[in-house]
């Protein structure tokens, strides 16, 4: 490498800065979640273990949480269904609309979340009639996902070629025991992938969650951001806060166990 | 919508073997993404349609509800009034100042994480990135409010500076966004870094470059496509959020707060549509403009 030794140190520099500045707000806060003053003056007056106590026993949040963990599943499970399929139907690497159809895969992702939100909103309520509730978030989350799952997919078909296939056809099996015993087996680690990344995207949606959940059904982000401004449950929102930054940690080590690398750039030769 | 059965005849001749449904190549393709293609299809290309159309709808005034007479009064609204104006030019100007920030901070970072960090550190380097992505959005635009707070943690840091918090406003909305998509941008980046071969870089040096000049003409135009790749993702998500400014922007307005109170508390759903209408097309153009680049192979 010839990027000279003040360069090298002026690069270094500027990472750890900015990496201390990405997370400062997130230790924020955690620390937060102890101090005892309400409105979180900085530093801290004393630190308590209260909100903890009160957001264990929070039935709001513990209901969204559920709410968002079971959206979350459903969704994963379509889009890896819907996901899988276009991935396999594209691993032809020529044929007319293929371009379309990936474009139209990424639109729901690409596309502001507000316009899809207010797009799946007026179709639902106005158009179909639809009362919004349970069954429209995870619809509605489902279209966005199927992205990931398409592209872990994609990627690793496109990577592995056909070649496996077509020795197990050469040895008899038929399609659809080729796809159980070669296909499916070789997708395994990227199906993981891409229904983690799903999972996770599910998980933390608010902006189109905000459009298709109805009145009576909360995920935890909308918990979050309708219990945001009240005063008194500033703390208790704060807690659930730490607890989302905590177990972001484990995606992470999830992804880093599946599949030896957490992006796939990060193998990349 | 395109019917890959159109392709079987060409795909008869040398026919895959092996795979799901291998019989027929075009059979194969069209009877896979059937499924999807109805999901999106339905569930999402009919869904924007549907927005278009009822952003040409009208409204009753008393009663509130959507009158379907063809109008293009909310087309007009947005053009005449001018706190609309205003209010989809700010949101513009932000987004494009958000992904300025974004790019300027994560090439030096990708920089290092491709080319100078060890192997070990580099991983490291990447989940350190990669974390904060995975933790709630919207619990880091709150992080931020605890950060701008009045005698919050910026208001302290900045006491022996003279600096004080900018407050809940437009600044605090342009920090929070670019440090929300601030990962969306290092990671495409860093991946397009990670394909520049080191001989380039010894090349030019051997030419006489200094590291500098082997940066601006060398690595810059390089990593250029995946620069777009991640401006689109920082672009767009800034252009839609009503989040981040609801919680750090005070009573600031920006595109996606003027959908959302149409949704809701307004309950002017045509309005809403032809307001959103905006992001869309600033993306297509943007899209459009940037088809070139390559950048969308990056993404």
């Known amino acids: 490498m010839t990027i000279d030794r003040r360069l090298k140190a002026v690069l270094r520099v500027f990472t750890g800065l900015v990496l201390v500045i990405v997370y400062t707000p997130l230790v924020l806060v955690f620390v937060n979640s102890f101090n005892v003053d309400r409105t979180f003056t900085w530093p801290p007056p004393g630190y308590t273990l209260d909100w903890w106590d009160l957001a264990i026993h929070s039935s709001g949040a513990r209901d969204a949480l559920v709410t ?33 159809v990936s474009l139209l895969i990424i639109l729901p992702i690409a596309l502001p979340g507000i316009v899809t939100g207010i797009a799946l909103n007026n179709a639902f309520r106005t158009m179909l009639g639809l009362e919004l509730g349970f069954f429209t978030i995870v619809v509605a989350h489902a279209t966005f996902c199927i992205v990931t799952v398409f592209n872990n997919v994609q990627a690793r ?18 399609p659809f025991k080729t796809f159980r015993l070669v296909t499916f087996p070789m997708l395994r680690s990227a199906l993981l992938a891409g229904a983690l990344l799903a999972f996770g995207l599910s998980f933390d949606e ?17 918990w979050i951001f309708q219990n945001l401004f009240r005063p008194n449950q500033a703390p208790v929102v ?30 990349a030769p | ?33 059937l499924p999807p293609m109805m999901w999106l299809g339905v569930a999402y290309l009919a869904a924007l349609a ?3 159309i009822t952003s040409l709808w009208g409204q009753n005034d008393f009663t509130g509800d959507i009158e379907r007479i063809w109008t293009l009064d909310n087309y007009r609204q947005i053009w ?55 933790a709630s959005y919207l619990v880091k635009a709150y992080a931020w409010r605890g950060m701008f707070s009045d005698g919050g943690v910026i208001d302290w840091l900045g006491k022996p500076f003279g600096i004080q918090s900018p407050g809940y406003g437009l600044a605090a909305t342009t920090i929070t966004l670019a440090y929300l998509w601030l990962p969306y941008m290092i990671l495409p980046v860093y991946a397009g870094l990670e394909r520049v071969p080191d001989s380039l870089f010894e090349a030019s040096g051997d030419l006489g470059a200094g590291a500098l000049t082997t940066i601006r003409r060398v690595v810059l135009p390089m990593a250029f496509p995946a620069i777009v790749a991640g401006s689109i993702f920082t672009f767009s998500l800034s252009l839609g959020d009503f989040i981040a400014v609801t919680i750090v922007g005070g009573a600031s307005q920006l595109i996606g707060t003027v959908v959302y109170t ?20 600033v993306m297509l153009v943007y899209l459009y403009a940037v088809r070139r680049t390559g950048a969308l192979e990056n993404l």
Do not use: C
């Open chain 1, 68 to 100: 968002s963990i079971e959206v979350a599943l459903l969704a994963t499970a379509i889009a890896l269904v819907l996901g899988t399929l276009a991935g396999l139907a594209l691993r032809r690497t020529r044929f007319f609309g293929r371009n379309v």
């Open chain 2, 262 to 281: 149409n949704v809701g508390v307004a309950n002017n759903l045509p309005f809403a549509a032809a307001y959103a209408t905006i992001p869309v097309v």
């Open chain 1, 157 to 174: 078909v496109q990577r592995l070629g056909p070649s496996l296939e077509q020795a197990s056809a050469d040895l008899g099996a038929g």
């Open chain 2, 80 to 134: 005449e009034i001018p706190v609309y104006r205003t209010i989809a030019f700010r949101t513009i100007g932000i987004a494009a100042l958000v992904t300025v920030i974004d790019a300027v901070l994560a090439f030096p970072i990708a920089l290092y994480m491709a080319k100078v960090a060890s192997p070990r550190v580099r991983r490291l380097l990447v989940i350190s990135v990669l974390m904060p992505l995975w």
């Open chain 1, 238 to 267: 704060n807690v659930v806060a730490a607890v989302l930054v905590l177990l972001s940690a484990v995606p992470i080590y999830l992804a880093q166990r599946l599949s030896g690398d957490v992006v796939n750039t990060s193998a």
């Open chain 1, 206 to 222: 608010i902006v189109v969650t905000t459009f298709t959940a109805g009145p009576d059904i909360q995920t935890l982000p909308i």
């Open chain 2, 1 to 33: 919508m395109t019917s890959p059965a159109h392709t079987a005849p060409a795909r008869a001749k040398k026919p895959e073997r092996g795979s799901l449904l291998s019989r027929s190549g075009g059979l194969r393709t069209f009877v896979l993404l």
């Open chain 2, 50 to 52: 549907a927005l278009f």
